[in-house]
């Protein structure tokens, strides 16, 4: 890029523009800071320089960007604890251990599930299977005639009972395989 | 109208060959990603500086700014996994923690200003200590202390973005580009917010740098 050209990029004589990048007379705020964060290089800061050795306002603006960057180059966070790595590597032991054990208490539930519905079916069937069989029938076809003579009522009121099922034996099944998660994780692992 | 600046890298939204992982941090990485919570704690002494920083900047407090950079790198553990150990795992680490802290930001109001007396950090009135006062005299010693400290105050203001590209530029010295993939922003955007900050802080400061 030749002087003459990044000059008339950079330089005005119209006065100051009211968008974030506005012109001071001649060089932009933008290009002032790059002068004096060392961004802006080459020729171009070159002839940067040099107009702000001629000209008051600039030499201004970049004197005060100058110890700004000077001040900002200074800044320092503070440093972390001698054990954070430690403090974040028994962290993560104990976030390990906590997502195991809701996986195991997850992986426990169908087996619950399961022994649960077992032991239902052992207490109905293994004592009189004929008379459970009969009694399930019975049961069936007092309840289709309760249903079918409950008409309406019935209808409206079947999905909001069934999701109310649904919770109890969530509810019943998260309880018994934490209890069972519970007893399968030993007290306390190290990170 | 466009810009004259010479820039010190390409405005590409590619990450730039510099920005890859080292090779020792892929491994670590891989390793973490197994299981291998020493290869992970390596990762963590190499970048705890940078994260534990950014989060000082973002929530001004030590005491959850060390919160914010544990659980940063509890989660970043969790999910290494997902992890693609051909990046940079500290521009992975960043971005949780810049994240984090957003979300920390968002819960609390008002937000405490960097560089304001804080009860576990400072006694009321105390100055924080520079790195070279030794060379300088006592009045000198005082004037610096109370322009840094003004300087932290003025940072505090800030918009939390602007106090992260300032922290991300001036303090751990990143270029654009890692800034860039850092607040998933364009090269572009991080110089505005940058330049934006500096008139800011410029405008807050001018007793101090006329």
């Not at chain 1, 954070?84 to 169908?110: D, I, K, P, Q, W």
């Not at chain 2, 590209?165 to 580009?177: C, D, G, R, T």
Request: aromatic letters at 4%; charged letters at 25%.
């Amino acid at each position: 890029m030749s002087g003459e050209r990044f000059l008339g990029q950079m330089g005005t004589t119209e006065g100051p523009r009211p968008d974030d990048d506005r012109l001071l007379g001649c060089l932009t705020e933008t290009a002032i800071q790059g002068v004096a964060d060392g961004t802006l290089r080459g020729p171009e800061r070159m002839l940067a320089e040099q107009h702000c050795a001629e000209c008051p306002r600039c030499s201004a603006e970049l004197t005060a960007y100058s110890a700004l960057a000077h001040r900002l180059s200074r800044l320092q966070d503070p440093l972390p604890p001698a054990d954070f790595t430690a403090a974040v590597l028994a962290a993560v032991g104990v976030r390990e251990l906590a997502r195991s054990e809701r996986r195991r208490s997850l992986l426990a539930a169908l087996p619950a599930a399961v022994v649960a519905l077992g032991v239902l079916l052992a207490w109905a069937f293994l004592l009189d299977p004929t008379q459970r069989i009969h009694d399930i029938a019975v049961g069936a076809a007092t309840f289709g005639r309760v249903v079918s003579a409950a008409g309406a009522v019935v209808e409206a009121v079947r999905f909001p009972l069934a999701l109310m099922a649904l919770g109890v034996a969530a509810a019943v099944l998260a309880a018994l395989s934490r209890a069972l998660g519970r007893m399968r994780v030993p007290a306390r692992i190290g990170p | 109208m466009t810009t004259a600046l010479s820039l010190p890298l390409p405005l590409t939204d590619s990450i730039p060959a510099r920005l890859a992982s080292p090779p020792e941090e892929s491994g670590w990485a891989s390793a973490a990603a197994g299981g291998d919570k020493a290869a992970f704690g390596r990762l963590v002494e190499r970048h705890k500086a940078s994260v534990y920083g950014l989060c000082y900047r973002l929530l001004g407090s030590t005491e959850e700014a060390r919160d914010a950079a544990q659980e940063t790198f509890v989660r970043a553990y969790l999910a290494m996994a997902e992890f693609d150990d051909a990046q940079p795992f500290g521009a992975w680490a960043l971005r949780i923690a810049r994240n984090h802290c957003i979300d920390q930001l968002r819960r609390r109001r008002p937000t405490v200003a960097l560089g304001e007396p804080r009860g576990e950090d400072l006694e009321p009135g105390t100055i924080p200590e520079l790195p070279d006062q030794r060379a300088m005299g006592g009045e000198q010693v005082v004037q610096e202390r109370e322009a840094q400290r003004d300087l932290d105050l003025a940072i505090g203001k800030l918009q939390p973005r602007y106090r992260e590209v300032i922290s991300l530029f001036h303090v751990q010295h990143k270029s654009y580009a890692e800034i860039a993939v850092v607040m998933s922003v364009p090269m572009g955007t991080v110089m505005t917010w940058l330049h934006r900050a500096r008139k800011e802080l410029r405008a807050q400061l001018s007793e101090h740098l006329s």
